[in-house]
């Protein structure tokens, strides 16, 4: 862990001294009697990169349980076990706008997503597992392999929340009517009770974060968890219905796939970039931890993470274009050709004066300075050359360290 100099550790600091001065107001979840018990004041961030770097700020070695931030690596476990279809069949990915533990159920029976209770309750149940032991076992097991590290359960967390969990029993008979769930209900629910009271602190959801936002490879261990659509798929659910009934709200002003608990704590992803968790338990009138709201808000502003915001692009993926005597023009390529970049390519090939002079009989792509290309870039590039080849101009790639393949 980079010590406390460090300057993005420095700043994280100064986000959560900028947070803790402001007025958030917010009231610790005592509907699971054992939650209550939560210092109001603990107050921690951490950060993890998909290449393996951790920062943290605060009360970031305090343990809390993990909640409702289990559902979406729950859902992740199981879109890997049974892949997509399977999973939707049983439960949508529609967001509710309603309470997450509200009677959410579509016109064919499904809970409306798998963030919310009833959603949740059904994605357990698909965890293979003969008991409720071997259930949780599994989802242990599993969410241990996000965090990087062997996760335990808070029992008397879980047996709180069994001895008040009525209404979730409720909901899962309700899914077991309409056929969304076809597991004995005492089973799934306790697995359920214990899945949410597994304890982790801001480093560990970071990191579980930063698995999604590494397209299923743990930064800190390097294991592959899940599959890299099963990433997408999960962060696509989390971007649309992970903030309870504030997700559109959190989507507009935040922009990042996140889901909370009621325990305080807070997942947030940039993609490709990095997991945040966040921990402070008061929470909002919907559910969301006050401050941990106010601090991603922030996060997101001053370190633009906003998904919709404009993406940086490096200026040209052209480097040079050299017009040499005997009719070649020899283009320059550099950086990574995705499909964004290949298309400036095509289209200065195609069009680019010094490609279309009639002088021009030899075209050469040079690409050694290309890092790496993705296949739908190749892809068109190979169309570009064979169009420049039906024009009657020769084209050559120059490609050492074959980033690139355009037979
Ligand atoms: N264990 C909680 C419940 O089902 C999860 C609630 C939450 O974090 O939203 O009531």
Same mark, same amino acid.
């Given at each position: 862990m980079p010590h406390p100099g460090n300057p993005v550790t420095r700043s994280l600091t100064r986000v959560l001294a900028d947070v803790r001065a402001q007025d958030h107001p917010g009231r610790v979840a005592d509907y699971i009697p054992e939650l209550s018990r939560a210092d109001p004041e603990a107050f921690a961030i951490s950060a993890a990169s998909v290449s393996g770097h951790t920062y943290a700020a605060g009360d970031s070695t305090t343990l809390f349980t993990i909640q409702s931030i289990s559902k979406a690596f729950v859902y992740a476990l199981v879109l890997s076990e049974h892949g997509a279809d399977a999973v939707t069949a049983r439960v949508g990915v529609e967001p509710s706008g309603e309470a997450f533990n509200a009677v959410s159920f579509d016109d064919r029976g499904r809970p409306h997503n798998p963030l919310v209770n009833a959603g949740a309750i059904v994605t357990t149940s698909l965890v293979p597992g003969a008991s409720a032991e071997e259930r949780f076992a599994r989802i242990r097991r599993g969410l241990s392999a996000f965090a990087g590290r062997d996760l335990d359960c808070d029992e008397t967390v879980?047996?709180?929340?069994?001895? /008040? =969990?009525? %209404?979730?029993?409720?909901?899962?008979?309700?899914?077991?009517?309409?056929?969304?769930?076809?597991?004995?209900?005492?089973?799934?629910?306790?697995?359920?009770?214990?899945?949410?009271?597994?304890?982790?602190?801001?480093?560990?959801?970071?990191?579980?974060?930063?698995?999604?936002?590494?397209?299923?490879?743990?930064?800190? /261990? =390097?294991? %592959?968890?899940?599959?890299p659509a099963v990433a997408r798929d999960t962060l696509s659910v989390m971007a649309s219905c992970g903030m309870y009934d504030r997700s559109g709200q959190w989507l507009f002003e935040v922009g990042m796939p996140a889901k909370s608990g009621v325990g305080g704590g807070i997942v947030a992803v940039a993609p490709g970039e990095y997991g945040i968790g966040v921990f402070s338990p008061p929470l909002d009138a919907v559910g969301n931890s006050a401050r941990g709201v106010a601090t991603l808000r922030t996060l997101s502003q001053e370190f633009g993470l906003h998904l919709f915001r404009h993406p940086e692009r490096p200026a040209s993926p052209v480097q040079a274009i050299d017009v040499e005597p005997g009719g070649t023009v020899v283009i320059r390529l550099r950086g990574m050709l995705d499909f964004v970049a290949a298309e400036q390519v095509a289209h200065l090939t195609a069009y680019g004066p010094e490609t279309t002079a009639d002088a021009t009989t030899r075209v050469v792509l040079d690409v050694s300075a290309v890092t790496a290309s993705t296949r739908v870039a190749a892809r068109l590039l190979a169309d570009v050359a064979a169009e420049l080849r039906l024009q009657g101009r020769d084209i050559v790639l120059v490609d050492p360290d074959g980033v690139i393949d355009i037979a």
């Open positions: 879980a047996a709180s929340e069994s001895a /008040t =969990g009525d %209404r979730n029993r409720a909901l899962a008979m309700l899914a077991r009517s309409s056929g969304a769930l076809t597991e004995p209900v005492d089973d799934v629910v306790e697995a359920y009770f214990r899945q949410c009271a597994l304890r982790v602190d801001t480093t560990d959801i970071a990191v579980m974060g930063a698995t999604l936002a590494g397209d299923g490879i743990n930064p800190r /261990t =390097g294991e %592959r968890v899940v599959p």
